[in-house]
């Protein structure tokens, strides 16, 4: 059996590495995708759990900062939550609490360690998901931060699960869907993008998680494809 790859691998330590010169590829197409609308709010979503669907956003958004962009991260798991365990942090306040309370939205942002990254993280986990992520004030939370950040990518729950992700894709301008290359069968696959077709979600791709290489540098690494290969 294959190795899986590490958890929670960042590429802020081997900015060589194949798996850092990947994610700036991902970077670079999604950055070209849209020629007549600029792509600034992506969501993320996966087939199903374990897919490393919150490590392939965390990446991504350092991927951006990297490149002197301004960078938003929101954890929009509001039912299991990954993102203040990738970067190590407390997770006391956040989304949820902008969502449900009258708190000021710059409590919520916090300092990753990353120049130019700033991160909300999920808070504490509410009763009803699906509902506070399809309310107007998490539209206005959206079009708040769009006039700071250059960039503001989002981790969502997995498509297949629940109803999340669909709900916050009408809220961006692009979804890119995680599938783990040996982890989902095709059919599940599809079933996702066609799940997603159905709300009218932009997608932007498909990374392609879990693919194993060929030298001992990395276990795994990602491949991009474009929105014109995910039409079947």
Do not use: W
């Not at 931060?145 to 503001?152: H, M, Q, S, V, W």
Request: aromatic content about 6%; glycine content about 6%; proline content about 5%.
């Amino acid at each position: 059996m294959k190795q899986k790859m590490k958890n929670h691998l960042l590429i802020t330590s081997n900015l060589t590495s194949r798996v850092a010169e990947s994610y700036r590829v991902l970077r670079t197409n999604i950055q070209f995708t849209s020629l007549d609308k600029p792509i600034k709010t992506i969501l993320f979503t996966s087939t199903a759990p374990g897919e490393g669907k919150s490590t392939t956003t965390a990446n991504l958004a350092i991927a951006f900062a990297q490149a002197d962009k301004k960078v938003l991260l929101i954890d929009a798991d509001l039912r299991r939550p990954t993102l203040h365990r990738v970067f190590r942090i407390s997770n006391p306040l956040g989304l949820s609490n902008l969502l449900l309370q009258n708190v000021a939205t710059d409590m919520a942002l916090r300092d990753v360690g990353v120049p130019n990254l700033r991160l909300i993280t999920s808070g504490p986990i509410p009763p009803n998901p699906s509902e506070i992520l399809g309310g107007t004030r998490m539209k206005a939370l959206l079009s708040s931060f769009g006039d700071l950040f250059d960039y503001i990518l989002i981790d969502s729950p997995p498509t297949l699960a629940v109803t999340d992700s669909s709900i916050l894709s009408s809220l961006v301008d692009g979804v890119v869907l995680v599938v783990e290359a040996e982890g989902v069968s095709k059919e599940k696959a599809l079933k996702a993008k066609h799940q997603l077709v159905a709300v009218k979600a932009n997608i932007l791709g498909v990374v392609l998680n879990g693919v194993a290489n060929s030298s001992q540098e990395d276990d795994y690494y990602y491949y991009y494809y474009g929105s014109r290969n995910t039409k079947k």
